[in-house]
């Protein structure tokens, strides 16, 4: 009898563990195609100098950005929210240090023109 409920409690919480991670999933997939669609829009905003790559891995807004080009900052720093959030709850880093780390990536990435933030807070135009 105990070990029929421990076993009847075992597979409820394993049933809300799986429910839980499904819309987390889904979630991690929407962002991931938003990020994907907002992709030309971030590479033009870069190009015409109107943002750059921070060094917490977020976009920033390089002087006064127009409504529209603040919505695609604003929305893609949101999903890198999401993003990094999630890489740090499975790796057991905070969201911060993943940013971070990501910004050094994205250094690493950018075009040649673009700006981007070294780590002492510096901008400059990648050469």
């Known amino acids: 009898m105990k070990l029929s409920l421990l076993v009847r ?4 919480v394993a049933g ?3 429910g839980s991670v499904a819309p987390a999933a889904e979630n991690l997939n929407a962002v991931r195609a938003r990020m994907e669609q907002r992709l030309g829009s971030l590479n033009e905003l870069k190009d015409r100098g109107a943002a750059g790559e921070n060094n917490r891995g977020y976009l920033e807004a390089r002087g006064a950005a ?3 080009d603040q919505k695609v900052i604003a929305d893609e720093n949101a999903d890198r929210r999401t993003v990094y959030a999630d890489i ?6 905070n969201p911060d240090t993943v940013g971070r780390q990501r910004a050094q ?7 040649r ?7 002492s807070g510096a901008w400059k135009q990648k050469g």
């Open 88 to 93: 740090a709850a499975r790796t057991g880093a």
């Open 66 to 68: 127009q409504a529209a």
């Open 9 to 12: 409690l075992l597979l409820v």
């Open 113 to 119: 023109g673009h700006w981007i933030q070294d780590a």
């Open 16 to 18: 809300l563990s799986a």
């Open 105 to 111: 990536q994205l250094a690493s990435l950018a075009r």
